[in-house]
């Protein structure tokens, strides 16, 4: 087999950016060393100056497959991520039909993937209100853990969980050891906002962010840090939109409970005060708050009670978007962005002085480590070759030939980003070179 060398002046492995060479054989990374120490005859690939982050990991994907591939779909998802510099994805177990609620329906989704995958993927499952027995077999064929809703999930034929269902469902979750991902909102304060909003302009977008209030997933998260406390189980609070349960959450951690957090670029680079009444592509739930709460989320990712950045990757047919009448209240909520999330995050990142280091482990080792995944997100020996070639200062724009899902419209369109993707290798072989594609699907599922 021959070694082949990857080199930059600016390798991201844990700890450290230097320059550095990636010696690669086969699918597997078998050391980091010094420029200088490349053995003969290694076939040499320099990118100078380009960064070469960890591949990223992304805990949190919407593909819609099977059942909805006309929303998304494997092929897609994993070309728009490819291009994005993500290497795994973990899809959401809701959004499918079936739904992946129990093994034949991973099956189902084992059987749609086959051959059409850019990336590497796996699968969470789903913990629904009457599930509870297939939560063991589920664990057995090799999610990496479960995810539920603790308020209607915008889609039917995937339940969510009242607090009893869930009670019902967390010895069994606990007994398996893999972490429970929830979707961390009440319906309780959401129906009483509603309700006080009757004869409110939905076009508005004030109208949407009031409906969703602080409270529903500050009275959600409250749940869960007592059932956590109660159970024992791995919580893992999906998607944070308010900055107003970080101290809870710090002191949690502080504690000792088994909690982690993630948030997604979307909060982290939009704002209330800036999306246009109408303007129903920033529609996601939790919703987009304000300036003030965008720049306290990054205080905590600076101090780290936020472990995690992932998209939420979650399209629809653009008719759902009701672009037309702009109306908050019917458009479907979710935002794609899996080619995006890298420069999105780099630009907004950059300037607050955070480093490539942050980066990867945010977008790539904590996510691994999430679901479980000890051979992804790192440059080490050991590893899969899979990384990414960061060009962090050139900058470009948004234009939809750049976004390679199967719906190309997005919030951001027209922004000017920094950071391009360069390249994108999956376990030792480039799957995305300079806006192009090379090769075949490669992508194959990881099973614990
Ligand atoms: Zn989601």
Not at 185 to 212: F, H, K, M, N
Not at 315 to 344: D, H, N, V, Y
Not at 354 to 382: H, N, S, V, Y
Not at 415 to 431: D, M, N, S
Request: charged share 25%.
């Amino acid at each position: 087999m021959s070694l082949q060398a990857y080199l930059s002046r600016r390798v991201v492995t844990q700890g450290q950016t230097s320059p550095a060479a990636i010696l690669v054989e086969g699918e597997q990374i078998r050391a980091v060393v010094d420029p200088d120490q490349v053995p003969a005859g290694a076939e040499l690939h320099d990118f100078a100056d380009a960064a070469i982050l960890p591949g990223l990991v992304d805990s949190h994907v919407h593909i819609n497959d099977p059942g909805r591939a006309e929303w998304e779909g494997f092929e897609t998802a994993t070309r728009a991520a490819a291009v994005g510099g993500y290497t795994l994805l973990v899809d959401m177990p809701l959004n499918c039909l079936p739904a992946t609620a129990n093994v034949a329906a991973l099956e189902a989704k084992r059987e749609a993937a086959r051959g059409r995958c850019w990336v590497d993927w796996a699968a969470w499952g789903g913990v629904v209100s009457d599930n509870q027995a297939d939560i063991a077999g589920l664990a057995e064929a090799g999610v990496p853990g479960f995810k539920c809703f603790l308020i209607h999930p915008g889609i039917d034929g995937f339940t969510m969980v009242t607090e009893s269902q869930l009670r019902a469902a967390l010895p069994h979750i606990t007994r398996t050891g893999l972490p429970l991902l929830v979707h961390a909102e009440l319906p309780g304060p959401i129906d009483t906002a509603v309700e006080s909003l009757a004869g409110a302009d939905w076009r508005r977008y004030a109208t949407y962010l009031q409906s969703r209030p602080d409270e529903a997933e500050l009275s959600a998260i409250r749940l869960l840090l007592s059932l956590c406390r109660e159970y024992g189980f791995r919580l893992h609070i999906v998607h944070l939109a308010t900055s107003l349960a970080l101290d809870e959450l710090r002191t949690a951690r502080s504690a000792g409970l088994p909690v982690t957090v993630e948030t997604c670029p979307h909060y982290l680079h939009l704002d209330a005060e800036t999306i246009p009444d109408g303007a129903t592509l920033a529609k996601c739930a939790p919703p987009i708050r304000s300036r003030d709460n965008r720049e306290t989320l990054w205080q905590g990712l600076r101090d780290k009670t936020i472990d995690l950045v992932v998209t939420d990757h979650s399209p629809c047919p653009p008719p759902m978007k009701r672009l037309a009448e702009g109306s908050f209240k019917t458009a479907w909520g979710g935002i794609a962005s899996l080619s995006l999330a890298l420069p999105l995050m780099w630009t907004e990142a950059s300037r607050r002085g955070f480093t490539l280091q942050d980066i990867a482990r945010w977008m790539a080792g904590q996510p691994a480590k999430l679901a479980g995944c000890a051979r992804k997100g790192r440059i080490a020996a050991g590893y899969d070759a899979d990384f990414v070639v960061l060009d962090t200062d050139e900058e470009f724009t948004v234009t939809e030939d750049r976004l390679h899902y199967r719906h190309r419209i997005s919030p951001y369109m027209g922004e000017k980003l920094r950071g391009v993707v360069k390249a994108t290798y999956l376990r030792g072989a480039p799957v995305f070179v300079e806006g192009g594609f090379t090769g075949e699907p490669r992508g194959r599922e990881w099973r614990r």
